[in-house]
């Protein structure tokens, strides 16, 4: 069992379109990271939510940390063809000797075409 | 730049062969990680390193083993390599400061083949 549901898997939209990505789980988590990855490259942190309700804003991005803290959202406004990527959700455990380990979801793959 | 980086970043292996992957991070990080990174089964942690002098495996660590050479490296190395090890490869650096974490830094990645 997945413990990061990520929805959709693919979307695919036209410039300036509104979108919204999920990331959903059954566990309760003290924080939740979200990723962008172009192609080619490797992930890259965009934010950590940590408190139940909490929105983030970066730029035309909006994060939402849900109030149970067992899910979250990402909303783009007036998309471009800069924001095509796999975008990663993903929350730490903690594995001892001071070291956390991050598990991802699988992604939503998403592509803005000019 | 700060960052991690990752050698080489293309490879192309015949079933059989043994090679290492290269990491550094000169971000003064304690931990240190490597993933897989495969379509459909997204990235999923292969081994890593809480701090100097000490490494754990992870979700999927059979047919690898690592070292962690010093603060700055942490090398993955695959004994034989087989044709369900082609995937790319990355690795990432952490810091913790108490509460606080701070995220992954990852590397740009090593795409593996093994024909």
């Known amino acids: 069992t997945q413990l990061l549901e990520q929805s959709p898997q693919f979307l695919s ?3 300036g379109e509104n979108l919204t990505v999920y990331c959903n789980s059954s566990s309760v988590f003290s924080s939740l990271q979200w990723y962008r990855q172009e192609p080619g490259e490797g ?16 730029k035309r991005l909006t994060f939402q940390f849900g109030d149970a803290r067992k899910d979250s959202s990402l909303h783009i406004t007036a998309a471009q063809p800069g924001d095509t990527g796999l975008y990663l959700c993903g929350v730490r ?22 | 730049n700060a960052g991690v980086t990752q050698t080489p970043k293309f490879q192309v292996l015949k079933t059989g062969q043994s090679m ?9 990080h304690n931990s240190m990680y490597w993933y897989r990174q495969d379509p459909g089964m997204g990235l999923r942690l292969i081994y890593y390193s809480a701090s100097e002098g000490t490494t754990d ?3 999927v660590p059979n047919g690898y083993n690592v070292s962690r050479l010093n603060k700055r490296e942490f ?10 090890q082609t995937s790319v490869y990355f690795c990432a650096s952490s810091e913790a400061h108490g509460t606080a974490f701070l995220g992954y830094t990852f590397g ?8």
């Open chain 1, 93 to 114: 455990a903690y594995s001892g000797a001071g070291s956390y380990q991050l598990t991802f979801g699988k992604g939503t793959k998403l592509s803005v075409i000019p």
């Open chain 2, 57 to 59: 495996k992870g979700e």
């Open chain 2, 108 to 115: 740009s990645g090593t795409r593996l083949t093994v024909v």
């Open chain 2, 75 to 84: 090398s993955l190395r695959l004994e034989s390599a087989a044709p369900s």
């Open chain 1, 43 to 58: 992930p890259v942190l965009l934010v950590t939510v940590v408190t139940g309700g909490e929105v983030k804003k970066l």
């Open chain 2, 20 to 28: 290492t992957l290269q990491c550094a991070q000169d971000m003064n």
């Open chain 1, 13 to 15: 939209i036209q410039e």
